[in-house]
Structures are given as structure tokens and as C-alpha cells.
């Protein structure tokens, strides 16, 4: 026999709206399992079953409004001995359950055992799912191991404390003095604000770090050809900029990397436009300015704004908004040395490349070995959002971009 269980009586005419569902067809459950959470904006509650069977259709999905009366799910019924006895004739005609809280009521302290095999009343379970915590990993301290608001606050303020939530316990404080003599110094505030960005980026993305080279050969002997000229028009034309142009046309060609995350984690917001943030290395630290439109702009005007931008970094400083809005960020010690490196996602982008020091290298051409100028780099990535393969075919592209900088005009 095929019985429909209902929306009890809410205490109202109005709707409200199905918050979670306990119960997937196929599953079998028994007298007074929870169904649903339904939730008002005074209150949630949880369903229990008025009769145990097995669920052949689910009437409803989460974010559904629903009313007194509306169906909830179809069950095979197990059998009179099973069903809820009740003596109210209005339940009865409209084979609804009681309600273990009212809508009406505020501040429900309901506490069913629930398809999740965990114990939290509805209100713990709202909490737990606005501040996006896993019930599963809190221990409750109530009865039956029932799970307390002060249970999740307690587990927050652990999280926050010495990194208990990621699972390493804090450094301890070491008087290294005992050692030998000490300077203290205070961190400046730019090195104080990196370290928090850097140290958020590290922790909240997965990072993956992939390695290759390019052949620029041919590409500074372009630069070194028009060195001249930049220098009448006042720049100076350095590898970055051509890097920064082959950029762009990668993330023309991959719009992944031009994204970023939505906060939620649930969908890529892809960008129409070409903003790059350039690490620049300032004698009070790290900076990343943004250089604009890229794709809109020639290499001249490029070297020109990163001549001022990066002068600007070093001397004065930068405004909030100079910093703001960046797509995809270019970190480059190739004016150093070095032979690669791992950067860190910058901010909300999900890639960033690490530009390391070209040097002349034997390659094996056509049965010889020819001197070429080789340039490694390298792409850190989010991995929520790149996979490795995309990664491999976006440095191979760039690669290739700057061996062959005419493909550029493209
Ligand atoms: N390979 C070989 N030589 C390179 C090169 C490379 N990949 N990149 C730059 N060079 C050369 C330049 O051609 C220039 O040589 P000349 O003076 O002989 O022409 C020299 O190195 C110095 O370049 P630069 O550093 O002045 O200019 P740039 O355009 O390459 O970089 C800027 C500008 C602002 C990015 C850079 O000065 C800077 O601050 N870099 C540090 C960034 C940083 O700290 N990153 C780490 C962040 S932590 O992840």
C-alpha cells in the first residue's frame, strides 16, 4: 500500500522552504525518521515519518516552498503495526506527522537522530551550515553525544587558535637568546600584510607547481634590436614585457586561467578582461602592482607603465586601487638569477607564473648542438580549478608564444 506523508500542520497558511532533505528514494525507513527540514523565517524544524516503508518517490528538493498539506514523499508502507496512531481526525485525513516544533515556536530545541547518524536540533544545524561546518568533525557534548551551539563555537575558537582545525599544533615560543645574542626587529607593515596573503594563499588553495622553458633566442634579438629605440622613447625594454603580450594570448587561448573562484567554491567567474599583477621588489618588500588592458595595449606603452608603476612601488608607494583588480599575476626574478622557483597564488587569480633567469644552453638541433638562449619558468595553479594536463598545455603554449613572437600578431 502506497501512503503519502505531508506537511504537518506549520501553524500557518504560508509557506516555507524545504532546507534540507534527509531521505533519497530507495531507503527504508522507520516511525518518526526525519524527512526534511523545513524552515520559516522564525524558525526550522525537522519532519519526522508518521509511518516506516520504503520511499518509492520524493516530492520535494531543497529550496522548494511548501505549505500545510503538500506532499512530501510516497512511501510503500510497512504496515498498520508501523504507522503512527493518532486520534486527531484532521492528522489523520491528511496523513500528516506532528511537527517536533512549531514554526511558530523561535527558538526550536527539537534533537532527532537523523539520517546522518548525528544528533543536532535544527537551529544547531542552520548554524553549522552558515558558518560552513562540517557536523561531522564536532564532537557533541550533549546527551547521546547531542551536538550544542557551544560545541560549535568551541570548535571555532579552536580552529582559530594554533591551527588546531588544519591539524599542527603551534611553534612554541623559544627564547633564542639562550643561544647566543639576538636582535628583535618589528616586521613592517608591508611584510606583515604579504605574510597574511601569502600565508591565506597557501593554506586555502592546493597548489601545484608546473615546470618548462623557452626558447627566446630569437625573441632578444628582437629586444636588443629595438633597445634603441625604447631607450628615444624613454623605456626600457626588458623580457617581461614580451612575456607579459604572450600572457595575455594564453589566457586568450585558456580562459580558465583568466578566473577566479566564486567565494562559495561553486562556480568560475571567467574575466573579459586583461589585468596582470607584476611582483615588484621594494626595499620595504613585496608589492604587486596592476597593469591594465593588457591585450590593448603595445609594448612600448607597456614598458612605459611598468617603468612608472614599479618606480612609483619603490619610492612613493602605491594606492589600494593600483593594486586592485588583477586576472592572472607575473613574478619575475629573472633580473636576478636562479633556475626556478614555486610562487604563490596571488590573491583571487588561480595561476600565477614565476619567471626565472635565461641562460645560453647546448640544445640538440638536427644531429648538432647550437647555442640558444633558454628562459625556465614556471605556473603555480589552483588545482579546484586547473588540472594538471591544462597546466602542461598552457606553459607549452607560452613556450612556445615566446619562441616565436611573430605567433603573437595572430
Ligand atoms: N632572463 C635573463 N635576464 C633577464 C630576465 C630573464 N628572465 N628578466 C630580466 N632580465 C634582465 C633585464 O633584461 C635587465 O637586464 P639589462 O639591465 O642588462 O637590460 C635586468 O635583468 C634587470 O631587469 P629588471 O629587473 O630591471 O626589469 P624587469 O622588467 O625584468 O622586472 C620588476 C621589473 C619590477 C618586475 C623587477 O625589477 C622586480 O622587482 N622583480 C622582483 C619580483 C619579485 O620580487 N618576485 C618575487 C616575488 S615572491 O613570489
New binding site residues.
Given amino acids: 500500500m502506497v501512503t503519502e506523508l505531508k506537511v504537518p500542520d506549520i501553524g500557518s497558511d504560508g509557506q516555507v522552504d524545504v532546507i534540507e532533505v534527509m531521505v533519497k528514494s530507495g531507503d527504508t525507513i522507520s516511525l518518526n525518521d526525519s524527512l526534511v527540514t523545513l524552515e520559516s523565517d522564525k524558525a526550522s524544524m525537522e519532519v519526522p515519518a508518521e509511518a516506516a516503508g520504503k520511499i518509492v518517490t520524493i516530492h520535494v528538493k531543497v529550496g522548494d516552498k511548501v505549505k500545510t498539506g503538500d506532499k512530501l514523499v510516497s512511501l510503500e508502507s510497512a504496515g498498520s503495526s508501523e504507522t503512527k496512531k493518532t486520534e486527531s481526525p484532521k492528522a489523520e485525513s491528511a496523513k500528516v506527522a506532528e511537527p517536533t516544533a512549531k514554526v511558530a515556536t523561535p527558538e526550536p530545541v527539537i534533537v532527532n537522530g537523523t539520517s546522518d547518524g548525528l544528533y543536532a536540533g535544527p537551529s544547531v544545524r542552520r548554524l553549522a551550515r552558515e558558518l560552513g561546518l562540517d557536523l561531522s568533525k564536532i564532537r557533541g557534548s550533549g546527551d547521546k553525544g547531542r551536538i550544542t551551539k557551544t560545541d560549535l563555537t568551541g570548535h571555532i575558537k579552536q580552529s582559530m587558535s594554533g591551527g588546531g582545525g588544519v591539524g599542527y599544533a603551534p611553534l612554541p615560543e623559544v627564547d633564542f637568546s639562550q643561544f647566543g645574542a639576538v636582535e628583535r626587529k618589528p616586521l613592517n607593515k608591508i611584510k606583515k600584510l604579504t605574510g597574511q596573503f601569502t600565508h591565506r594563499s597557501w593554506v586555502s588553495i592546493p597548489h601545484v607547481t608546473q615546470f618548462d622553458e623557452a626558447d627566446i633566442t630569437v625573441m632578444e634579438a628582437f629586444r636588443k634590436e629595438q633597445q634603441d629605440m625604447a631607450k628615444q622613447a624613454g623605456v ?1 625594454l ?4 614580451f612575456i607579459m603580450k604572450a600572457v595575455v594570448k594564453a589566457l586568450q587561448t585558456y580562459p580558465q586561467f583568466n578566473a577566479s573562484l566564486s567565494a562559495d567554491g561553486q562556480d568560475l567567474i571567467l574575466k573579459q578582461y586583461f589585468h596582470l599583477g ?4 621594494t626595499p620595504n618588500g ?1 608589492v604587486v602592482p596592476v597593469i591594465r588592458d593588457v591585450d590593448q595595449k603595445g609594448l612600448l606603452q607597456l614598458a612605459k607603465e ?1 617603468g612608472e608603476i ?1 618606480a612609483k612601488a619603490r619610492e612613493k608607494g602605491l594606492t589600494p586601487k593600483e593594486m586592485a583588480g588583477n586576472c592572472f599575476t607575473i ?6 638569477g636562479g633556475t626556478g ?1 614555486t ?2 597564488v596571488n590573491g583571487t587569480d588561480v595561476a600565477i607564473l ?5 641562460k645560453m644552453q647546448p640544445v640538440y638541433q638536427d644531429g648538432n648542438f647550437v647555442p640558444r638562449l633558454i ?1 625556465p619558468f614556471s605556473l603555480s595553479y589552483d588545482h579546484r580549478v586547473i588540472d594538471g594536463a591544462e597546466a602542461a598545455r598552457f606553459t607549452q603554449f607560452l613556450a612556445q608564444a615566446l619562441s616565436d613572437i611573430r605567433t603573437l600578431l595572430l
Fill in positions: 626600457k626588458t623580457p617581461l614585457i607584476v611582483a615588484v621588489d613585496l611598468l614599479s613574478s619575475s626574478l629573472g633580473g636576478i622557483f610562487p604563490i614565476g619567471v626565472s633567469k635565461a628562459m
